[in-house]
């Protein structure tokens, strides 16, 4: 009788210093992989999202401006700043917000270890595909500083590369294992509990899956009840 392996979660092999240059070199073909593999979590995100116009609302590590762009449209008298850390990307990214009229944005260069907003400002911080790449030990950092700007009744949005749960999903994790260049350094993760311990509460945590790529989609707000500096 055969037994299902445990699935051993990979932490990261690109590291970070590492992965501007990787996006760099992927940002002009990256559309096309978001158009097989991630509209779906994508579209889900910004449902959950519910933005109301007027919000003030941070992407963190916008990329070529997918989700972005409908958060501007959705939010045209609102606050929207997108930030990534590939020069790369940001470029596709304001070619793509330059065929927008009547919007208002701010996209510039920027990390999620230390991010250049005042505290508890924020209504909307939409994440995606970023954790995937992070190594786990970092992951609190991170999640400390989301927890630090969001305003006490704000929203954490987050898309991640997540662990397939069928078989054929799992090609992805065997791909990063062979080659983690070849996958931009993703590898799947679980937030939840790393979200929890940050001081988060989860509302919502869904599974989908698009072309065999599996996401994880999150809504998460700040857990007053937890107070952390």
């Given at each position: 009788m055969f037994r299902r392996r445990a699935i051993q979660v990979q932490d990261v092999y690109v590291p970070q210093h590492k992965i501007i240059e990787v996006y760099d070199k992927l940002a002009p073909v990256y559309d096309i992989w978001g158009a097989l593999t991630e509209t779906k979590a994508r579209s889900r995100a910004l449902q959950l999202a519910r933005v109301d116009d007027g919000s003030a609302i941070l992407e963190v590590a916008v990329g070529t401006g997918l989700t972005f762009l409908e958060l501007v449209k959705q939010n045209p008298v609102g606050t929207n700043i997108g930030i990534d850390i590939s020069t790369g990307m940001l470029d596709k990214a304001k070619a793509r917000l330059e065929k927008v009229e009547n919007v208002n944005y701010q996209l510039e260069t920027g990390n999620a270890f230390n991010l250049e907003v005042e505290s508890k400002s924020v209504d909307i911080l939409m994440n995606n595909y970023m954790f995937d790449l992070i190594a786990f030990n970092e992951i609190p950092v991170i999640l400390n500083e989301f927890?630090?700007?969001?305003?006490?009744?704000?929203?954490?949005?987050?898309?991640?590369?997540?662990?397939?749960?069928?078989?054929?999903?799992r090609v992805y994790e065997l791909?990063?294992?062979v080659s983690p260049k070849l996958m931009g350094g993703c590898r799947g993760i679980r937030l939840t509990d790393a979200l929890i311990a940050s001081g988060f509460k989860v509302d919502i945590r869904e599974y989908i899956q698009q072309m065999l790529f599996p996401s994880e989609?999150?809504?998460?707000?700040?857990?007053?009840?937890?107070?952390?500096?």
């Open positions: 927890r630090r700007v969001l305003k006490d009744d704000g929203q954490l949005i987050l898309v991640n590369m997540t662990q397939g749960e069928s078989i054929f999903s791909i990063y294992r989609v999150i809504l998460a707000r700040p857990d007053t009840r937890t107070h952390l500096e």
